[in-house]
């Protein structure tokens, strides 16, 4: 997010594109709207940083409601095909009720992650760098947080259960008073910072 | 700069090497409505194949290959950004969606249909974010230019190609760098060309690359690093540019910082941009 920007001023599944998840299935992005989301790029034959990250997610899966959807964005359409994705979710576990894995063309991954601010860059055929990012996205798709590098997710955690109670308004994102609600969570979330250490949910 | 400040900040940056972006497929296939002001080969440089030194690489690659391209011979006009938003109202200012542009979107323009004065209308385009300019050049049949390409012709002076060894040159880039102003940017008809026959890289306005976002940090997928932004270690590095002695890199510095603080939403007052395109169109 920019400073000054809220990030409830534009909504993420405006790029209007459409991916492929797990099943194989046609996702605008549009029907990721509804439900907050934590969104993350990764590639799954990343070894290094990427099952940090998966296992970040999973521990956000742990400790928020089930409302709070969990989304892995592929850095690596040529190799993660639906099939790869479906694989990769069953060997870790990620439930299609929270999980969901994309795959989209070149254009429409340089698109996600330029407006997600993900550095990357594909050094050959078989390896990526990227940068480590984890954003938490409301029911319209309005950035309301980002944290960058790999970090223990408490913050994501506190956010993503203030969201998850928080009205879940229609989507695809209307430009209504997505301000306010981002100072309720806001509020909500540093109000919340001062609590004990989280439980699972 | 010296060889250990040098290694020092390629080993925070990994970067370049070895694969020029394959230009994204979405481009190819869109037309322009727009009408051509000029015939294409007065409009675009041919760039014959060739070789350039990135800023940041790897340790033991020291060039990257480019492959043969096109380039247009000067940024994107106010005049002609106006012609593809009457053309493509979506990207007007006031009508543009969110997501694609900040809210400081061509707002130096006297309205949403009015890009200025005569003279002004002869500027290069600026404060349009970089969807905008991919969509721009879309539009024209054409895409914008990879990182690479960008900075293969910007090594040209006006009579060598490859003026990167050119402490002189490079004196000259410091200078024009230094001597902007905000506000409008100068006009372009007094740019002269480089030795592509390409005028403007340097001396009016910073431009969009369609990879302008691929510089990644040692905190990526595959070393451990601080965890800190990105921003922070081209930051970094760009400062420590500063009070090295050996300074003829540091305008690339300079782009490499500036294309480190943008993000693709960003819709700053001296940022521009023109295309590229695999041939002449």
């Known amino acids: ?201 | 700069m010296n060889d250990a400040m040098r290694s020092f900040c390629a080993a925070l940056l990994l970067t370049t090497i070895g694969t020029t972006l394959a230009p994204a497929t979405a481009l190819a296939t869109v037309r322009a409505p727009l009408p051509a002001p000029r015939a294409a080969a007065t409009t675009m440089s041919r760039v014959p194949e060739g070789w350039y030194r990135p800023l940041y690489s790897v340790a033991g690659a020291r060039r990257v290959h480019v492959k043969a391209f096109a380039l247009d011979r000067i940024p994107v006009t106010r005049g002609a950004f106006l012609q593809f938003v009457q053309a493509h109202p979506q990207w007007a200012r006031g009508t543009v969606l969110r997501v694609f542009a900040q809210s400081r979107y061509l707002a130096d323009w006297p309205s949403a249909s009015s890009a200025g004065s005569a003279v002004d209308l002869e500027r290069p385009v600026t404060g349009v974010s970089w969807f905008a300019a991919k969509a721009y050049c879309a539009a024209v049949g054409k895409r914008l230019p990879t990182l690479d390409e960008w900075e293969l012709v910007a090594a040209a002076s006006e009579s060598r190609r490859d003026a990167s060894g050119d402490g002189a040159y490079r004196r000259r880039l410091l200078a024009l760098y230094a001597a902007r102003k905000p506000g409008a940017p100068p006009s372009i008809a007094n740019t002269p060309a480089n030795a592509y026959g390409v005028r403007g890289m340097h001396g009016l306005v910073w431009e969009w690359t369609l990879d302008f976002n691929s510089i990644v940090v040692a905190d990526d997928s595959r070393a451990s690093g601080s965890g800190q932004d990105a921003r922070d270690h081209h930051l970094f590095c760009a400062s420590a540019a500063i009070g090295a002695s050996d300074v003829t890199d540091f305008p690339a510095f300079a782009r490499y910082a500036v294309r480190a603080g943008l993000t693709a939403r960003s819709t700053i007052s001296g940022v521009g941009f023109r295309c590229a395109a695999d041939h002449p169109v």
């Open chain 1, 1 to 201: 997010m920019q400073p000054g920007e809220t990030g409830s001023e534009y909504s993420i599944y405006d790029l209007g594109s459409t991916w492929k998840d797990q099943a194989g299935v046609d996702r605008p992005l549009a029907t990721l709207a509804g439900s907050p989301r934590v969104i993350a790029m990764i590639y799954t034959h990343c070894s290094a940083t990427c099952p940090i990250t998966v296992a970040e997610m999973k521990r956000i899966e742990a400790l928020t409601p089930p409302t709070l959807g969990l989304v892995l964005v592929s850095l690596d359409g040529d190799r993660d095909t639906p099939d790869r994705l479906a694989q990769y979710a069953a060997e870790h576990r990620l439930t299609p009720d929270r999980w969901t894995l994309l795959r989209g063309s070149d254009a429409d991954v340089r698109d996600l992650a330029a407006v997600l601010d993900i550095r990357y860059r594909r050094l050959s055929a078989t390896e990526l760098a990227h940068q480590n990012v984890l954003t938490v996205l409301d029911a319209a798709g309005a950035v309301v947080h980002r944290q960058a590098g790999l970090a223990d997710a408490d913050d994501i955690v506190r956010i993503g259960r203030a969201l998850s109670v928080a009205p879940i308004r229609s989507a695809p994102a209307a430009p209504t008073p997505p301000v306010a609600l981002f100072g309720e969570v806001r509020s909500r979330f540093e109000w919340d910072r001062s609590g004990g250490p989280l439980k699972p949910f």
